[in-house]
């Protein structure tokens, strides 16, 4: 009985919930609210010293080995856009979640959710798409499953992929290990993904030149790492863009980030379209870029590791980590004051004028 | 980015701001009409650049802060009907109503959508008939003609399933309501670029007459609106109240007359409730009788509807330039964007709101010192 009753404890919501409540669409934008479900929510019901470290995968040690582990569900509307589909995002998508742990990528499970109707033709582009992305990330894809749903009950096609990878002894990666004096790295332009993805959405096509920047990043990584294994720290700043990473990163290391406004790469093209958006490029999303933070002495090894690797081209040292404003992210502005990079509360809403 | 970048130029700037400490010898308390304005001083962080003398305080040209809390609950109350699909701009999807928002609306299951244009929302009314659309039409003159041309579209084409729920404003009667108070502050006007493009800047010439006060039509850019300071406080030293156009490269005296015929043909000017300020006359539009069809409001019998403001809430204050955001007791604790007490904490045009989003750390830091 007294077990019975901790265990009831245990799950009992820790928050009250007010009546009536529900989730909303910003409960999955990568900000605020995202960060107060996972809070409040899932995790007083997992509670486990692992998922606590709250990094893009968890690494445990099994038979010796250090093990990487990672899962990630892909819910794209359009199924299909300039530079790739759900099936390169999927694969490159998880692979991304344990490169940032250091891991080298080995193996993929597949989970296919598929809504009544959707076109078999559909299914098999988006099938040779997670073949090819597989093939070029060396990664097998060794267990899967499908399920079928009413019409209306899915949007085509959801699809989700874990993914399990070794990571050297030496690579000990982490969002807490910001320490100040250190630099951010960034290894290309941002929002290509967020704008592509944007400028196809039913209501809002605009002609654009923009292409998603999805990739597999863990043959940059292993190359950073090859070249310098003073990493702190990485990430690829997916949903909620450049500022949900770097605000994540800053509060769990109790440091500031202060950003050069100059320093970061924007194409043209997504500065013209975050502009007539009302947009900011800050906190659109990217699929194949990644920030490091390193140490300063390092940062010029892993800087010619990155230039020299064909996804770190245009890599640069775009802010450092102060102690002066611990969990707070700032940007030095061209006109030469500094502004918050804020997290936000939900998804970015366009303005009215 | 061309036509972009030439306005964000720091040494330039750094010179407008050298000139304007040598021009301004007395304190001067000036106003930005416009959210897009303020918005842009908060992000740049232009307040921090100016002389000490010279104190900006933000106007009530936040479409979404001002639209009247009753307004936001018909949306609500519309949004909510099943045979409803309610098409709004992204921002007024979060304005807390009496009770809940639009987002809240939408995960209930209410059909709430997001549009750029109002064309959109015509488009989705033709390929859904069995759909009552209605658009939710805020803004100042600037969004105004492009919803009067969706109802006219609506009109010619016999489009039935179509309407509009219009809480339009307008800049000058509000102006004139700012002056005419006897605790007004403001010494000169940053005047409002973008609907001075649709209105020309006539009718400011008046608001000088009447009031001797500088008014300068400013753009959105850095560089336009520390010249547009510095155009006021030239004024001021010199003891002069004229209105001056800085946005040259956008706004003419006459304004754009094809958009104002379309507004006269659609809307007529009616007296309006502003959030935070309370009822101006004369400064909102509504259709006309000939549109009325197309009036969202008498379709679904929302006219009665009313609201109270929640009391802690010092917006009044906030948009007519009395008090500082962050003179408000709730501001960054009880009142955040992600849990708005009034709409100025809502909208990134909102002075709240750009406040705490892009200035919290400089003030943490001035009041720690």
Known sequence: MPQDAKLEMAL?????????????????????????????????????PVLERLDDQAIVELGGSRIAFTTDSFVVKPLFFPGGDIGTLAVNGTVNDLAMGGAKPLFLS?????????????LCRVMESIRVAAALANVLVVTGDTKVVEKGSGDGLFVNTSGIGLVSSGVRLSANQARPGDLVLLSGTIGDHGITILSQ?????????????????????????????????????????????????????????????????IREEVRGACELLGLDPLYVANEGKLLAIVEPK??????????????????????????????????????????????LSGDQLPRIC | MKYLDEYRNGEIAQGIVAKLTRRATRPWVLMEICGGQTHTLMRYG?????PASIELVHGPGCPVCVTSLE???????IASRPEATLISYGDMLRVPGSRTDLFHVKAQGGDVRVVYSPTEALKFARANPGRKVVFFAVGFETTAPANAMAVWQAKREGLRNFSMLASHVLVPPAIRALLSSTRNRVQGFIGPGHVCTVMGYREYEDLVREFHVPIVVGGFEPLDLLEAILMLVTQLEEGRAAVENQYVRSVTYEGNLRAQEILAEVFEVCDRKWRGIGGIPESGLNLREEYAEFDADRIFGTEGVTADEPAECISAEVLQGLKKPTDCSAFGTRCTPDNPLGAPMVSSEGACAAYYRYRRHAIAVTESH
């Open chain 1, 298 to 343: 390092s940062a010029g090894a892993i800087l010619d590791a990155m230039w020299q690797h064909p996804l770190g081209g245009s890599a640069q040292i775009i802010g450092t980590i102060t102690d002066s404003h611990p969990a707070v992210v700032t940007i030095r502005t061209r006109l030469g004051t500094s502004r918050i990079v804020d997290l």
């Open chain 2, 46 to 50: 232009i307040d921090e650049m100016l």
């Open chain 1, 12 to 48: 009992k919501c820790p928050i009250p919930i007010a009546d009536g409540e529900s989730i909303l669409m910003g409960h999955g934008s990568g900000g605020r609210m995202s960060g107060d479900l996972l809070r409040n929510i899932l995790l007083p019901a997992l509670q486990n």
């Open chain 1, 201 to 265: 959405r039913e209501g809002l096509e605009f002609e654009s030149a923009v292409t998603s920047d999805t990739a597999a990043l863990h043959t940059l990584v292993a190359a950073m790492l090859d070249a310098n294994s003073d990493i702190r720290c990485l990430r690829d700043p997916t949903r909620g863009g450049l500022s949900s990473s770097l605000n994540e990163i800053a509060s769990r290391s109790h440091v500031g980030v202060e950003l050069e406004e100059d320093a970061i790469p």
């Open chain 1, 110 to 122: 597949l989970a296919l959710i598929l809504e009544e109707g959707l076109p078999l033709d559909t």
């Open chain 2, 71 to 77: 307004t936001i609950d018909k949306a609500i109350e």
